[in-house]
């Protein structure tokens, strides 16, 4: 039996609530949306890439944003001493380069693992909780984790935009 990306029960944006409430539904959206734009797909199709020269593919995007949310829950607002889900030695893009010999379920699994430690990782901080970033010059911003969710938000967003394209291209589906 071939592998497929699943289903999933895609969650909608808050239209009433508070501002934590409103980022997380918003997040939660935009999370389900890139899973939603794998629905049904076997896992060559999700290795497809747009077009040519461009390698983005589904499965890249899967990864990347699975390490992006650990970056930035985890390691960078929580302040978890973790590395990186991938090595990234040789190439500064292996989450959404080295697919060749992904597995897309782990890929998928890894995702949702990451989504879950990231929202138990800033459960308990204000969106007024402050970290540094540090910066490659030496210097450091300080933000806030209220940055991190509309940051993630319109990682997300972006990145959907390029799965509604990457999608077309594999069999024709658009839409939201």
């Not at 897309?104 to 989504?115: H, K, M, N, Q, S």
């Amino acid at each position: 039996m071939t592998w497929r990306a699943p289903e999933i029960d895609r969650s909608h944006e808050p239209y009433v609530g508070d501002e934590r409430t409103m980022l997380e539904g918003w997040l939660d959206y935009h999370r389900d949306t890139l899973l939603h734009k794998c629905t049904g797909l076997t896992a060559e199709q999700l290795r497809t890439a747009s077009v040519e020269p461009s390698t983005l593919t589904l499965l890249g995007l899967v990864r990347h944003m699975a390490d992006v949310e650990r970056w930035w829950f985890r390691v960078r607002a929580a302040g978890e001493d973790i590395s990186g889900l991938y090595d990234y030695t040789e190439d500064p893009d292996a989450d959404l380069n080295a697919i060749a010999d992904a597995d897309p379920a782990e890929a998928f699994a890894t995702l949702r693992a990451e989504i879950e430690a990231a929202r138990r990782a800033v459960a308990g901080l204000s969106l007024d909780h402050t970290f540094l970033r540090a910066r490659r010059d030496g210097g450091a911003d300080e933000m806030n984790v209220r940055w991190v969710y509309v940051h993630m938000i319109e990682e997300y967003a972006r990145h959907n935009g390029h799965a509604d394209l990457i999608r077309e291209r594999i069999d024709g589906v658009t839409g939201d």
